[in-house]
């Protein structure tokens, strides 16, 4: 079944500490991207990548690190969460650019502490 | 530059009556559109999509949209709503000729509520 596979669904942590959202997507898409969802704000575009090695600064990557290792996997790191990252995170992919239209994962609600 | 204006933050509408949410967009240049839906504590799905070619689009679950060039909208329908239709409802555009750098531009949504 073609997928994106977000982990963990749900995550209460604490300032400062370390975390990282996994992503990993099995269509073989060259682009992958992050968003979060935040209440009157809409989805807002975290990092993207277009392929493998290539990532760039999405609307809002103050705080975020990405990469891109490998095709499938696009793993979104906060090295030092702050409450307002308290946010629902989403990962995207798409065969080519995501204006073809994209494929989403379920979801990360994100709760920092 | 693009944008979308999304009209009406929440819908609600009796079951077995039409579902309109209304979409319009500004792009300079000829634009893709999308709707998407999130259903509660799930991901976006891609409901349907317009590329330019019918004007007229159909999506999964009976919805279907209709691009109207001279109003700039993309107004998403269903003329009869069933309770399994409550969700929220994102309405996108990209630039048709972006190439690979092309990037969706998303509405703020529309919580469709949908009463027995």
């Known amino acids: 079944e073609a997928q994106v596979t977000q982990n963990p669904r749900y995550l209460i942590t604490v300032t400062g500490k370390k975390l990282t959202v996994t992503c990993s997507q099995n269509?073989?898409?060259?682009?992958m991207s992050w968003y979060r969802q935040d209440p009157g704000l809409g989805l807002r575009q975290i990092y993207y990548?277009?392929?493998?090695?290539?990532?760039d600064k999405g609307d809002v990557p103050e705080g975020y690190k990405v990469s891109r290792k490998e095709k499938r996997n696009f793993p979104l790191i906060l090295e030092s969460p702050s409450p307002n990252q308290t946010s629902l995170y989403f990962c995207?992919?798409?065969?080519?650019?995501?204006?073809?239209?994209?494929?989403f994962g379920q979801g990360t609600r994100l709760t920092v502490v | 530059a693009q944008s979308v204006t999304q009209l009406g933050s929440h819908v609600s509408v009796s079951e077995g009556a039409l579902v309109l949410l209304r979409c319009n967009y500004s792009s300079s240049v000829p634009p893709y559109l999308f709707w998407y839906v999130q259903y509660p504590n799930q991901g976006l799905q891609l409901l349907l999509k317009y590329t330019s070619a019918a004007t007229l689009v159909k999506g999964i679950n009976g919805f279907e949209a209709e691009f109207k060039k001279s109003e700039t909208s993309f107004h998403l329908t269903k003329p009869s709503a069933h309770m399994s239709d409550a969700a929220e409802y994102f309405c996108a555009v990209s630039a048709a000729n972006a190439g690979n750098n092309r990037k969706l531009i998303w509405g703020l949504g529309t919580s469709l509520a949908v009463n027995p």
């Open positions: 990548s277009m392929n493998v090695e290539v990532t």
């Open positions: 269509m073989n898409h060259e682009y």
């Open positions: 995207a992919s798409s065969p080519r650019a995501e204006g073809y239209g994209a494929f």
